[in-house]
């Protein structure tokens, strides 16, 4: 081999020895920062004000010490949401101010980060928790004129529909939920689901929740769907058994049932159940929802079906049924509403017993 052959080989290993040795810095420099990162939203998870603010601190010396670290836009970005946090525990909204101030901070640092998307986004979603419809308004507006990431734009239209939920103008509002960029988005199901009882689409809507509950049983929002899920649907059934539309109003409070059979209001449709039974005189089939009423592990509900058992079997003519009944009220519960009634009942049941004799 040649001298010159020689220099150009080491010089190569030279150079490999320097890339070598900047990958392990990069390397170990790039775990340094992800380490701080973690260890500071760690801080977050636990919840506490204290850590909180410890995380707020450990997030802004991150920024500091490494500015031109891929982590940096985002921990400008947490600093902003530690803030809100701060604020879901106190409830103090100049947190919320201060937390917009910060989101702002990372948008003029790093403007085209998705970090600065995010932040000019809570900026909005801030505003619209303040009620301050007008600017979150022009604020989403904006963001969707200058950036396109599908994510954020579902994000967007689904903001700019509660907004408008929120102003009562409900069928705009149901025209952003059903953007197609919503195509998966949990929040924009239940906001058309709530758009069409607004409406009075109340099967429509009943529908969006029933398929939420189904199929979106890992969703973050799952609790919140759950409770909008049997207020609407509870309430919309009790005005069906108001109009004796007996057929319908069973058919939802069964479906509360099916759903979700372990939840507490399930005593109250097994009850309403019996009561749309009882108004149409299909004594037996009411009597069976008033005994799952008694059998239910809840009890909000039991005097009620044991006074309503009670005059079913009285208007079957089984007396000494009937009787049983109204003494079960009479015996085990001193506080029922009940009792005065229980006993006049009582009293023509024996009356009957009499006669019968």
């Known amino acids: 081999m040649n001298n010159g052959k020689k220099v150009v080989l080491i010089l190569i290993i030279i150079a490999l020895a320097i890339l070598a040795f900047l990958g392990t810095i990069y390397y170990v420099y790039h775990s340094r920062v992800r380490l701080l990162y973690l260890k500071s939203e760690e801080k977050f998870k636990i919840g506490t004000s204290d850590q ?3 995380g707020i601190g450990d997030f802004r010396e991150l920024a500091v010490r490494f500015p031109r670290s891929k982590y940096a836009p985002m921990a400008l970005y947490q600093i902003g949401y530690g803030y809100e946090l701060l604020y879901n525990v106190s409830k103090d909204e100049d947190k919320l101010h201060i937390a917009q101030n910060e989101y702002y901070n990372v948008y003029k640092s790093y403007p ?3 970090a600065a998307q995010k932040a000019l986004y809570q900026i909005a979603y801030i505003s619209f928790v303040k009620g301050e419809y007008e600017d979150s308004q022009e604020r989403l507006d904006y963001l969707l004129s200058r950036y ?10 689904n903001r700019k529909g509660y907004i408008y939920l929120a102003l009562g103008e409900v069928e705009k509002a149901l025209k952003f939920f059903s953007q197609k960029e919503n195509y998966n988005s949990d929040e924009a199901l239940l906001g058309k689901a709530e758009c069409y009882f607004r409406l009075g689409e109340y099967e429509k809507g009943i529908m969006v929740y029933e398929e939420f509950i189904k199929y979106r049983k890992t969703s973050n929002l799952r609790q919140s769907g759950i409770e909008k899920f049997l207020d609407n ?7 069906l058994t108001g109009r004796r539309d007996y057929i319908r109003s069973t058919m939802l409070y069964q479906k509360i049932i099916n759903l979700l059979p372990g939840n507490k209001l399930v005593e109250n449709c097994l009850y309403w159940i019996g009561e749309n039974f009882y108004d149409v005189k299909d004594y037996d089939r009411a009597i069976e929802y008033f005994n799952r009423v008694v059998d239910n592990p809840g009890t909000g509900k039991d005097d009620d ?9 009285f208007e079957l003519h089984k007396y000494e049924e009937s ?4 003494r079960k009220i009479l015996d085990y519960y001193a506080g029922s509403t009940y009792r005065k009634m229980a006993r006049d009942w009582e009293r023509q049941c024996l009356r009957e017993l009499k006669y019968k004799r």
């Not at 649907?233 to 005005?239: E, G, N, P, Q, V």
């Open 112 to 114: 085209d980060s998705l």
């Open 148 to 157: 396109i990431d599908t994510s954020l734009k579902s994000q967007i239209y």
């Open 233 to 239: 649907t509870y309430r919309y059934a009790k005005i």
């Open 52 to 54: 909180i603010k410890q």
């Open 305 to 313: 079906a044991l006074f309503k058992t009670g005059i079913c079997y």
């Open 323 to 326: 009787l049983k009944y109204f």
